[in-house]
Antibody, heavy 121, light 107 residues
């Protein structure tokens, strides 16, 4: 069955870079029938979609306008994983971050376990 | 962005109760409405997609209905494992937004 295993630090200092990885098993990061998304959840803002990567004969990467200037998603086909980098973090980036598979007509069917990232000095 | 509003924000119920949660969209989303269950400290799990299709493994006591802007999630006979928070989510228009959640607690 498909599983998403997230890894990365839970504490990041303000102005530094948040880095998370999502390792995919049971599916391929370069599948043409899904996209791989990052979504975060915080008590103050609820769920916020951050970005996605998908392969349709070439790679497409899309970002939410709110993070576009400081976020980078990188698919790695050799390791079958997707990485997220978010630069210049502030305390507003404190949240639980999820890697999520999206299939079909916008169905978020498989979620990673979540990573609580706290931005604090 | 499309706003999703759930009601109630919380409810207390007993095992065996029938409960209904409502989700309203700020504009028509046709049938692009999904429901998730989340337990404390865990990732959300997909329950129902496109209004009424149960995800594999989801018990038949869960059901969904609605169209356009108003949708409901019903649990016909609440079980102990059903306590948690439920979220609706629209997948009609990017960004795919979520409701604020309905916390189902034991009475």
């Amino acid at each position: 069955q498909v599983q998403l295993q997230q890894s990365g630090p839970g504490l990041v200092k303000p102005s530094q870079t948040l880095s998370l990885t999502c390792a995919i098993s049971g599916d391929s990061v370069s599948t043409k029938s899904a996209s791989w998304n990052w979504i975060r959840q915080s008590p103050s803002r609820g769920f916020e979609w951050l970005g996605k990567a998908y392969y349709r004969s070439k790679w497409y990467i899309e970002y939410a306008p709110s993070v576009k200037s400081r976020m980078t998603l990188k698919p790695d086909t050799s390791k079958n994983q997707l990485s997220l980098q978010l630069d210049s973090v502030t305390d507003e980036d404190t949240a639980v971050y999820y890697c999520v598979r999206l299939i079909g007509d916008g169905v978020l069917d498989i979620w990673g376990q979540g990573t609580l990232v706290t931005v604090s000095s | 962005d499309i706003q999703m509003t759930q009601s109630p924000s919380s409810l207390s119920a007993s095992v065996g109760d029938r409960i209904t949660i409502t989700c309203r969209a700020s504009q028509s989303i046709s049938n692009h409405l999904n429901w998730f269950q989340q337990k404390p400290g865990k990732a959300p799990e997909l329950l129902i997609y496109t209004v009424s299709t149960l995800q594999s493994g989801v018990p038949s006591r869960f059901s969904g209905s609605g169209s356009g802007t108003e949708f409901t999630l019903t649990i016909s006979s609440l079980q102990l494992e059903d306590f948690g928070t439920y979220f609706c989510q629209q997948s009609h228009t990017a960004p795919h937004t979520f409701g604020q959640g309905t916390k189902v607690e034991t009475k």
